[in-house]
């Protein structure tokens, strides 16, 4: 079974510039998350998808950030304009909500510099 | 005061020895729970869940969990240096609803 891809893995930015990552879930997962893991700290939810629709959007800086899954598969995340704060590892993961076998699979990540 | 607490650490404990490492919630509505472990540069993988309160044992890892106490920890037996990582715990209501890591435990094993 393929895990969760992501791309890029690295990407470096200057404040104001725009940016995205892509994430394409494990096949069949209905459930898709975008974290922010800033060094040193636990990742942050940024935006829950369920299928197509967004279920948790409550952490996700609005006036920078936006993210979608048009398609109920895979999703971008966009950040217009970076600021130097965003500089953290951006984690997709997926889930198929198969009651108590819940589980999270996480990809590798997007390293995100701003300079 | 942060939805899931963790002790930062470093947490050092000798090859061979058992970790301990501990969790606090804010959240009396959680029920599941997870403990990640996640090696440097790398994405967390899930080490264990837990749902309900009691011990849950596998292989040499046991989670704890105590709702009353909103306590949740992880016991790593015989660590092996293999094992130091940073280990988040996080939890969260069903469907991974208002679900949070903590911070994360860094565990050195010395051999």
């Known amino acids: 079974e393929a895990g969760v891809a992501q791309s890029p893995r690295y990407k470096i930015i200057e404040k104001r510039q725009s940016v995205a990552f892509w994430c394409n879930p494990i096949?069949?997962?209905?459930?898709l998350y975008w974290y922010q893991q800033i060094l040193g700290q636990g990742p942050k939810l940024l935006i829950q998808?369920?299928?197509?629709?967004?279920?948790?959007d409550s952490q996700l800086p609005k006036d920078r950030f936006s993210a979608e899954r048009l398609k109920g598969v895979d999703s971008t995340l966009k950040i217009q304009p970076a600021k130097l704060e965003d500089s953290a590892v951006y984690l997709c993961?997926?889930?198929?909500?198969?009651?108590?076998?819940?589980?999270?699979?996480f990809g590798p990540g997007t390293r995100l510099t701003v300079l | 005061q942060k939805e899931v607490e963790q002790n930062s650490g470093p947490l050092s404990v000798p090859e061979g020895a058992i970790a301990s490492l501990n969790c606090t919630y804010s959240?009396?509505?959680?029920?599941?729970f997870f403990w990640y472990r996640q090696y440097s540069g790398k994405s967390p993988e899930l080490i264990m869940s837990?749902?309900?309160?009691g011990d849950k044992e596998d292989g040499r890892f046991t989670a704890q969990l105590n709702k009353a106490s909103q306590y949740v920890s992880l016991l790593i037996r015989d660590s092996q240096p293999s094992d130091s990582a940073t280990y988040l715990c996080?939890?969260?209501?069903?469907?991974?609803?208002?679900?949070?890591f903590g911070s994360g435990t860094k565990l050195n094993v010395k051999p």
């Open positions: 993961a997926s889930s198929s909500l198969a009651g108590d076998t819940d589980t999270q699979y």
């Open positions: 096949s069949g997962h209905a459930t």
């Open positions: 998808f369920q299928n197509n629709g967004v279920v948790d």
């Open positions: 959240d009396r509505g959680s029920q599941s």
């Open positions: 837990i749902y309900s309160n």
């Open positions: 996080a939890g969260g209501r069903n469907n991974f609803n208002k679900f949070y």
